[in-house]
């Protein structure tokens, strides 16, 4: 099983994007992912994280900052893995999280999925300045 979810949110201040960028940038910004991904799974019981990484080729050429992280978790004898991209493009900030049950994420599924994901924020703000 395969899943993948994106989001976005405004960045309405030049603090909202310099507070956003410092937090890609943090030391505990992977422990804050594996803590989403223990809450995210609560209904499997324990999650045992098994790694966790900063994954930079995640995240290459996508956005103005960005950072990619790895999780990869047991539980009810099943395996989880987890890629992440964060990601700010202009006033935006965006994360695109990839999950897969038993299964390695294949090589650059997560990567090309974050840049798909860019681009498409990249045409909707070239859009809407176009419709001001």
Not at 33 to 55: A, F, H, Q
Not at 62 to 87: P, Q, Y
Not at 114 to 130: E, I, M, R, T, V
């Amino acid at each position: 099983m395969d899943t993948h979810n994106g989001f976005i949110t405004p960045l309405n201040s030049q603090n909202a994007v310099q507070k956003f960028d410092i937090g890609l940038e943090q030391p505990d910004a992977l422990e804050k992912y594996v803590s989403g991904i223990k809450k995210s799974n609560y209904y499997l019981g324990s999650v045992n994280i098994v790694e966790k990484r900063v994954v930079p080729s995640l995240s290459q050429k996508v956005g103005h900052i960005s950072t990619g992280m790895a999780v990869t978790a047991k539980a009810r004898n099943m395996s989880l893995f987890s890629e992440m991209v964060a990601f700010r493009r202009s006033n935006l900030g965006a994360m695109l999280i990839v999950g897969r049950l038993n299964n390695n994420i294949p090589p650059l599924t997560t990567s090309k999925l974050a840049q798909k994901f860019d681009n498409n924020l990249l045409y909707f703000q070239s859009n809407l300045s176009q419709s001001n």
